[in-house]
């Protein structure tokens, strides 16, 4: 997580959450009669495997009132909260820190609790840019021990369970609805030293889960996504989830016969993702995804503008037929990754210094940084290249550590010089000339023969 972003994506999310109150049907934005409720905004899975079509968002209470759990007693446990780092690529000031709790697991569950935050990751690193970007992430998992094995709701709507962070299936009255004590929640991440999202593992193979695509003020996470831990499909909808936490995408269904969302009538969006533009508007204006028009899409068909969106049937348009932000199981569509790859470089960096910088580097010393290995086809991309006071070393050009006295040639005049690595990527994937600026990243030390 970079803190000096923290400010401004403030703001940003705050717009995104109501524009999407506004359009929620059944929330107290929807209907002006409703008292104001202190809830959060959740979204909720679609029912039929692999569409989101029948998804919605619901306002759950924000303090985990009326859940079921609450009325059990709660008895202190001891060894609860341990902090381990599952996935270790470097600082947390430069990588994407994901942190994991699990809910529903006694004490003697733990080791499956791990077992199955290695599942969830491999489901997570199985779908694209999350493929190529692993090594920018760093994964935490926090130790909730619960009273009782199995969560609220599961399997039936009395089922009352006494667990650590108080999950319930039929939240709101919704059978598949996960939600989670939010409080209880923030206080097991708090343990770990970072956190820019987190995944609530239950304890369950139910299907169910919830997105709270809302920025924590006092931890600075972009979201929480909820999901059984013994569900592939879960885990399906905690990706799409990250689509709207980490790459601020709209969802690209829609309410097909909900009364209200036949047409959209209003401004251009916000949004990356969906537009009121046609694709001919959208290449002659160069706006929102025109970069990309035309070109096959990994989920298949080419970008265009498709009628349909943003909970819309009709005056709203997604880019693709069919992506992640539509259906389950599907991959990202090319605006989609570029967004999603924005999103991974809003919290990390690609290089880091593992030599401090803060001290004049000698004749003995090394010049080292760590800069995460990018897999797949976009990882050639990477580039990384050494300069002395802003002359390209071009020798030593893919290199990640230099010693002071391979230097020295150039060093001879004893003043002190500026050595810098930078590591820049050039991913095919990301278009906008805004994103790719972010992509690069330069380290620099002071060296003196
Ligand atoms: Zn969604």
């Not at 028009?293 to 819309?312: I, K």
Request: charged share 25%; proline share 5%.
């Amino acid at each position: 997580m970079r803190s000096a972003r923290r400010g401004a994506m403030a703001a940003g999310v705050a717009v995104a959450l109501a524009a999407v109150l506004a359009a929620a049907p059944g929330s107290a934005a929807a209907d002006p009669t409703a008292p104001p409720t202190a809830g959060v905004e959740v979204e909720i899975p679609g029912p039929e495997h692999g569409t989101l079509a029948g998804s919605g968002h619901t306002q759950v209470p924000s303090e985990g009132r009326n859940q079921p759990a609450s009325r059990l007693s709660v008895t202190e446990v001891v060894a609860d909260g341990e902090v381990a780092k599952m996935v270790d690529n470097g600082p947390t000031g430069d990588r994407l820190d994901i942190v994991v709790v699990g809910d529903g697991y006694t004490v003697a569950e733990l080791p499956r609790f791990h077992a199955d935050a290695q599942q969830k990751w491999a489901e997570l690193t199985a779908v694209e840019p999350y493929t190529t970007y692993r090594n920018l992430f760093n994964v935490w998992t926090v130790d909730a021990v619960s009273n009782q094995s199995g969560v609220s709701g599961d399997p039936s709507a009395d089922t009352l369970r006494d667990t650590a962070l108080g999950s319930y299936f039929w939240c709101d009255g919704i059978e598949r609805l996960l939600c989670i004590d939010q409080d209880k929640v923030d206080g097991y991440v708090a343990k770990a030293p970072e956190a820019d999202l987190v995944l609530v593992l239950a304890n369950s193979t139910k299907y169910g889960g919830a997105g709270y695509n809302e920025r924590s003020e006092t931890l600075g996470y972009e979201g929480i996504s909820t999901a059984s831990a013994g569900n592939e499909k879960s885990g399906q909808v905690a990706i799409h989830e990250t689509g709207h936490s980490l790459g601020k995408l709209a969802d690209e269904y829609f309410y097909a016969d909900y009364p209200g969302y036949e047409r959209y009538e209003g401004p251009e969006p916000a949004d990356s993702n969906i537009t009121t533009f046609t694709s001919d508007e959208l290449a002659d204006q160069g706006a929102k995804w025109h970069r990309w028009l035309g070109e096959q899409s990994p989920d298949g068909g080419t970008v265009g503008a498709y009628e349909g969106g943003g909970y819309y049937v009709a005056g709203l348009r997604r880019p693709t037929e069919n992506s992640l932000m539509r259906t389950l199981g599907k991959p990202f569509n090319l605006p989609g990754a570029e967004a999603m790859i924005a999103g991974f470089y809003r919290e990390a960096r690609i290089a880091s210094p593992v030599t401090a910088t803060d001290r004049t580097l000698r004749r003995g010393d090394t010049a080292k940084a760590l800069v995460p290995r990018l897999t797949g086809a976009d990882g050639r991309q990477l580039t990384i290249r050494w300069y002395l006071d802003g002359r390209e070393l071009k020798s030593l050009a893919g290199r990640t550590d230099v010693r002071v006295s391979d230097l020295t040639l150039r060093l001879l005049d004893l003043r002190t010089h500026k050595l810098s690595l930078t590591a820049e990527d050039r991913s095919p994937s990301v278009r906008d000339r805004a994103v790719a600026r972010t992509m690069r990243s330069t380290v620099s030390w002071t060296v003196r023969f």
